[in-house]
């Protein structure tokens, strides 16, 4: 059932008849019950949303002032989805442990990770790992359109920001800002000019004043992009890195799930795979599970794995080019 908190907060919005506040915590309160295993109940009260005639699309606007510049879902997603090392797997349950646990550390003073820099390359996990965070501690997990963020107006965007950040500070979720290096450029490049410096001053002096119950999560493929200032201002900074082979096979099996081929070695897909990225080995074996499926096989051969894998490996080159 609901908790103490989540029912004064359903109260408190009914009462101050704030639509958008009411719909988030109902929201929080079905992937609460989803988490709890009930799905059925959870499914239930997102029906009655719907019914309701209010939206509840897996990505919907969080706030109307903010509809251009923020997406929010409610995540399912676990730690036992993500791939990654044993390391960076240590370093997110430090985060989800320090967020339960946090009452206990501010007895002694002290204040649980909440603002984590998350670098690396493409399809490494960085996404997933903020959308992990949403689910484990039950969250909506909040995305920041940075396209839409950035304008070409004098000063426009650093309001945007205080927007965001005013937000943030009045509504606990996981918010991502994805392709971070947007904003967050190292303030002596030649190529700099004022305003971006501007912004980045502005996210700065935000980002360390935050007080909120919020988990803010900065993404980026490019750290040696970003100024020297960020990182200080971040509690944990975590490198992703292309998958090793026993991550690859790790997650082949995963993705093909009841599909994967039954004594089968695996050996010669994996070195096909490396140099992969987790988000181009899981495209690769969608592409497989699907081919399976259309041609009414009850498992995937390793031909046809190596197959997508191949052109999944073709398409990288070509980008390159």
Avoid at 17 to 39: C, D, I, M, P, S
Wanted: aromatic share 6%; glycine share 4%; hydrophobic share 40%.
């Amino acid at each position: 059932m609901a908790t103490a908190e989540q029912i004064k907060m359903l109260i408190q919005s009914h009462y101050e008849k704030n639509e958008e506040r009411f719909k988030t915590v109902v929201l929080q309160l079905a992937a609460y019950e989803a988490k709890k295993g009930h799905q059925a109940f959870a499914r239930d009260i997102r029906d009655l949303l719907e019914k309701s005639k209010v939206k509840t699309d897996n990505i919907l606007p969080f706030n109307r002032q903010l509809d251009d510049l923020m997406l929010t879902d409610i995540s399912e997603k676990k730690l036992n989805d993500l791939v990654v090392s044993e390391e960076i797997k240590s370093r997110i349950e430090r985060i989800l442990l320090e967020f339960w646990q946090k009452d206990k550390l501010r007895k002694h003073g002290l204040t649980n990770r909440r603002k984590v820099l998350l670098t690396g390359q493409p399809g490494t996990g960085k996404t997933l790992t903020a959308s992990v965070l949403a689910g484990e501690i039950n969250l909506p997990f909040c995305t920041i359109v940075m396209d839409k963020l950035v304008t070409k107006y004098m000063g426009e965007t650093s309001v945007k920001l205080r927007q965001i950040f005013d937000f943030i500070h009045n509504n606990p979720a996981v918010y991502l800002f994805d392709e971070f290096d947007t904003i967050g450029t190292e303030r002596s490049l030649d190529n700099d000019v004022g305003e971006i410096r501007r912004i980045l001053n502005s996210f700065l002096q935000f980002i360390e004043q935050d007080e909120s119950e919020s988990i803010i999560v900065a993404a980026t493929n490019n750290p040696m992009l970003l100024d020297h200032a960020l990182f200080r201002r971040f509690d944990d900074v975590i490198h992703y890195t292309l998958p090793d082979k026993e991550q690859v096979k790790r997650l082949i099996n995963n993705r093909l799930g009841k599909f994967k081929p039954k004594n089968v070695s695996l050996d010669k897909i994996v070195e096909s795979a490396i140099k992969l990225s987790h988000a181009e080995i899981s495209m690769a074996c969608s592409d497989a599970v699907k081919e399976a499926i259309l041609l009414d096989l009850n498992e995937i051969n390793d031909e046809i794995i190596l197959r997508m894998i191949n052109e999944r490996k073709e398409a990288y080159k070509r980008r390159d080019i």
